[in-house]
């Protein structure tokens, strides 16, 4: 009836997968309470940056992933690249929607992803268990954005921002269309776990009890916080140390099954060479952090502040610091950039069923 | 086989594709839109209509972004009129403004504080309480490129 399957280890799937959501919303309502706004640039540029940083070592890392999907690495960044700097020259309001949805839709894909792997693991779940894994995290994420004061108003306001001036009654029937489709698909899913166990597919509870403190921490600080400060640095914090974790041991796992033992994909992930590997990511996040023209005070989470209390003295003739406006644009298109890179090849380079990654699995 | 290969390479690239089609659609939209509506103030860092931030305080009588958007409404009046009625806008921004800190004291809006510290300065706060405003506004965003709230009061032509 249960089989339990772990990603790494039951340990180490307790600390990362099940521990790390209410850690992170701790370490959340800390940032809001102890620190300045600035914290979220700061846990942007420590661990979202150097998960991005993972996607490309684990893109083009591998010979034999690099040349399967080499077109798509090599065409993909200059493409997005350039639409994204063409998006926000001309149409900006449009960008800023495709950066937050496909954002979302990573989020949500990524942890659909793990629960994929825990049935792997697990050698649990019907042959269509898949499906209705997908369609349970796109419902409840969805739910999630629909309903939740937080994104209700920012959802509202894109929604006035293109001319739809939706009333109360018109919000409260969206709200209570979405509460009805998670009761409703709450329910199929249910019939479809207990016709799978009936059918004599085993259930991984381990799937279950992840996806449960990923939700909890989304619908958490969604619910009870009105701050993106805070929803932001904890979704950042389980969405990117996630992602590094099990960055890290599939490079490692595959290096160790594959016989490839020289190289820095070697070198970075050998057993006791965490540090080199952390060391890395965060090299990378401090030259890309410099590169896109990014203040100092981001480094340390605002408490380190060069700007305070003031940049610029009237009285004395001191002028503000200004920042040449070109470069800003080509800064803010490559941060967008990365983002979307990193979820366009996350869209393919991690399907469970592929033969060839799961020898990293 | 020129076929094949072609299909291929559409397969492997349609979720770009589409993607990339559809901000294309959209963007065409907004595109076309920001001519006719160049008047009225784009984008989510800006007061779009009163009936947006009514609709967000139903919704929630504590509704920081209602509030401030609230408060920036009576600014801009405030900032189009003289004598006692302006005084009262004033007054009226900074009720709306510090119901909105009240909910999130370091919330991720730069212009909440910002505003807020110029409504101090013209309202001859104590300069202790201007310093600490302008401090939360600096400390939050130290990366922000708008002038000082002092700076900004004299081009504007807003007297204290």
Redesign the interface.
Known sequence: MFRNGYILSWREDMVWFVALPFLAFAAAHGC?IW????A??SVTLWITVPHQFATWIRAYGFRDEFSQWK??LL??PI??FG?SLL?LK?????????VTL?DHQHSLMQQYGFSRIYDFKGRSGAPSTGRFDLLLNWVLFIHLIVTA?LF??LW??EA??W?I????SG?ETVHFVSWMMVTVYGAIYVYHVVKSLWNGYPVNPQKYIFLFASYFLWYSLAWQT????VY?IGSKLMHGIQYIVIVFWYIRRKVERTQVRTGLLASVTRPGNVKGFILLSLCYAAVFNMVVG??L??FGF?VV??????????ELGLR?M??VAGFDLYSAALIQSMGLIHY?FD??IWKVRDVNIQKGL | MNKIRFLDVLKRFSPLMVIYGVLLVVASYEIRSQNQTSGRPIGIQTPLSPEFSRLLLQLDETSHEGNFLRGIEAFELYQETRGAQAAEYLQRSRHFFELALKVSKREDREELYYYYAIILILMREPPKTIDQAVRDWKSNFPRSQNKDPRIYISEKGLAP
């Open positions: 809001k620190l300045p706004a600035v979220v640039a077109d798509r065409v993909g493409v997005i639409m998006g001309y149409a900006p309001l449009t960008t800023f929607l495709l496909w004061p209700t108003e509202v306001r006035y921002n001319g001036e939706i009333g109360k919000v009105n701050s993106f400060l932001a990014r203040g005070e981001e605002g502040n060069f700007t305070v209390p003031y940049d610029n003295i009237a503000s200004t920042y366009y869209s393919f």
